[in-house]
């Protein structure tokens, strides 16, 4: 499925110089907890602002319906951690108190006890009798204990859950042969075993439906007394609390809708959490599909399948956001000169198109993010997920701006390029021209390398099989990185200057030939097709360049660097290749396809690779990163009517997650 996805891909970490913003001050564990501005959100008419308010409001309502469905003990084990977090009488300096606090935070971090990328559990830093003891010491009347349950009982009840590494090791488990129902420690199903499941949806399935709905994908599935039935999330069904909150909220929204598609939108949206219907959910999906004028426009459903090992229940998430209008300025400009770039490519007249069309890319701001997507979050969007209303109605396709800019800002001033980048001049360049021309080669690659050229007469474009992924991507970022130095993107105001494209050609040779490793383990092949792509180019043109000297490796003090001698060659021989994967593409040359893929792109140096790997490791940077909110205020007059919402970046991180917690605490324990 194409769901959200997070193209970290483009984060090549090279840019230096500090952004005090961006930093919330949080470091824990394997995270790093960031700020996103939200620019532009001044200049938004007061109606467009109310609506982004109540809108804002609907995607926090739901926080407790995903911890929910992350594991069943969830909102239990959160609310006795917060309530230790703030009770405590105790020494506040101790050991099990400060990794309790970790632990509590990576339980806020993930929507549960489970790692958010990698599924298993927390293995917490502090002992069994330090939390019994901790919450016999606080008021009981504030925990989460059930119809006549003791503290003790309570913690009978939990304790293996947080402790027993046997007990619901895996939110999703994966492993094939293994029951995956019985083995994930996710709450949608209950009671019932996979080959139950299965069969439960496969009666279900009408295979000679051509517009099937997505089974099962708003509901638990339970067995209660030897009866397999769904318990739809829907008012008047299971999370109807939080639903309720949400579609109150909703119903402002509607009010101040921009236009009469928008408004439509949310009707659909609110008729779906009423009656569960599926049917009513593509229907609402089509509306959303095709509402494409509006500034504003949200998710707010449940929409990713990545946390049911069988891909089919969807976990609850919101964002919601506006149009970049200057942004999206960038991506027209480049769409309107399609052709011209088409004409004026390096490759054979014979795999131009004669008629090119630019694919014209939405460029939006979040204002704000919630349930599956915070605080860990991504930063392109191409939904709905439904393959027959992708076919039939299209999809939207957007890339959040000021989340790839906090990326990026963060990245500056954690001793990355300090490390890896050869001198201060390449340094400067990224600095000054690094965010622009990163942005712009990605743009290219989007908007027009992926639609360029066309395959011969009688060529099955699925010819190149494996390696064709890595040959297409080759080529829209090799589309990109040629015209980057192109004197017409001076000319069209994309680029300031004539040198600005220096930026991005030093990052992507570096990257490309070093610093992309420290993904992958020492000992391993280049497997994933970007970096399989980055590494083809980059290598390929350092090869071809080697009687010119155009790019080396230069050691200094031990340390390897990547030095450009000559940006002009470099992009003829970007020129060179792209012309010659278009040819692969064009003619569907399997052979070669697999050569230079097999040639350039998977094998590692092994010693470079521990070179790299330990220069990166001295850095201590935090692998995942998520987002504080900013904080939304309605000001209302003397009769109630909105006359400004304001919008605040200051609060701290379990500030936040404690208000949500209480402001937003919408569903029982036990649910
Ligand atoms: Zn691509």
Redesign the pocket.
Known sequence: MMATMLTACNNQNTTPVADEFNYADEHFADLQMLRYRVHGFEDLSLKQKELVYYLSEAALEGRDILFDQNGKYNLTIRKMLEIVYTDYQGDKTDSNFVNMVTYLKRVWFSNGIHHHYGCEKFVPGFTEEFFRSALHGVGVEKLPLADGQTVDQLCDEVFPVIFDPAVMPKRVNQADGEDLILTSACNYYDGVTQQEAEDFYLKMKDINDPHPVMYGMNSRLVKENGCIQEKVWKIGGLYSPAIEKIVGWLEKAMAVAENDQQKAVIEKLIQFYKDGDLKTFDEYAITWVKDLDSRVDFVNCFTESYGDPLGMKASWESIVNFKDLDATKRTETISRNAQWFEDHSPVDGRFKKEMVKGVSAKVITAAILGGDLYPSTAIGINLPNSNWIRSVHGSKSVTIGNLTDAYSKAARGNGFAQEFVISPTEIGWMETYGDLTDNLHTDL??CL??GSGKLLPGVDPDTLKAYGSTI??AR??LFGLYYLADDKLVELGLTPNKEAYKAQYYSYMMNGLMTQLVRIELGSNIEEA?MRNRALIARWVMEKGAADNVVEFVKKEGKTYVQVNDYQKLRELFGQLLAEIQRIKSEGDFVAAREIVEKYAVKIDPELHAEVLERYKKLNLAPYKGFINPVYKAVADAEGNIIDVTIDYTEGYAEQMLRYSKEYANLPYRN
Do not use: L, N, R, Y
């Open positions: 690659h989007e390398g992926h297409e991507e829209a970022d970007h």
